[in-house]
């Protein structure tokens, strides 16, 4: 079945490490975005690609990086300069951009840092 | 950076009876779109709104937007335990389009009492 695959689910960090979440989709997708969810609250954007070797910063890039070398792949890596990376993390796809289109969202991983 | 409202932040009802949520924005948007969560889940689209309709039906959701008012409400029917969820609005403002980039709301908690 077609979809979008985030791993790990559940992530611990230590304070100072970096550390890389998985987004995967086998959907054709052009486009691909990451976002935060904190509790209770709603979404905020960190990275969005709409082409393979192409990112944009969202609202909240500060401490995040990421990579788009395939299409199918587009992969977060949380950094040290991150002081609040506990969070839900989300990452979605859309097929292409234009009015209307619809994003579809992976299962989400939870970052814990301990 | 959010523009959505959602109304009310949380809303508890028995089973049967309908249930109302509301979203305001604050700018011109293309569409709007109402998406479920369950809990420590990923998002699943429930549908969209384009800004030059003014209601849309699918299944028992109903969907309406003023874009006079910058509001939209979202009215699920005969509701069900299993409507139990997290329901977010998100925008695509003008200008928009050539970047699938979504603006979210807070979301309302719904509890469907059996």
């Known amino acids: 079945d077609g979809g979008i695959t985030q791993s790990p689910k559940y992530l611990f960090r230590k304070e100072g490490q970096n550390v890389t979440l998985s987004c995967e989709q086998n959907?054709?997708?052009?486009?691909m975005y990451w976002y935060r969810q904190d509790p209770g609250q709603g979404l905020r954007l960190i990275y969005y690609?709409?082409?393979?070797?192409?990112?944009q910063k969202g609202d909240i890039a500060e401490g995040y990086s990421v990579s788009r070398e395939k299409k199918e792949s587009f992969p977060l890596t949380v950094t040290s300069a991150q002081k609040n990376p506990t969070a839900f993390y989300l990452c979605?796809?859309?097929?292409?951009?234009?009015?209307?289109?619809?994003?579809?969202f992976g299962e989400g991983s939870w970052l814990t840092v301990v | 950076s959010q523009q959505g409202e959602e109304d009310p932040q949380a809303l508890s009802i028995q089973e049967g009876e309908n249930a109302t949520m509301n979203c305001s924005y604050k700018t011109s948007i293309n569409n709007l779109q109402w998406y479920r969560q369950n809990s420590g889940r990923g998002l699943v689209h429930l549908i969209l709104?384009?800004?030059?309709?003014r209601e849309k039906h699918s299944g028992r959701l109903r969907v309406t937007l003023d874009t006079s008012k910058k509001s939209s409400s979202l009215l699920i029917t005969a509701s069900r335990a299993a409507d139990t969820a997290s329901y977010f609005c998100?925008?695509?403002?003008?200008?928009?389009?050539?970047?699938?980039?979504?603006?979210f709301g807070q979301g309302t908690t719904l509890q469907v009492k059996p």
């Open positions: 998100a925008t695509g403002p003008i200008g928009s389009s050539n970047t699938g980039k979504l603006i």
């Open positions: 709104i384009r800004s030059n309709e």
């Open positions: 690609s709409q082409i393979v070797n192409d990112f």
């Open positions: 979605a796809s859309i097929q292409s951009q234009g009015r209307g289109n619809t994003i579809y």
């Open positions: 959907l054709n997708h052009d486009a």
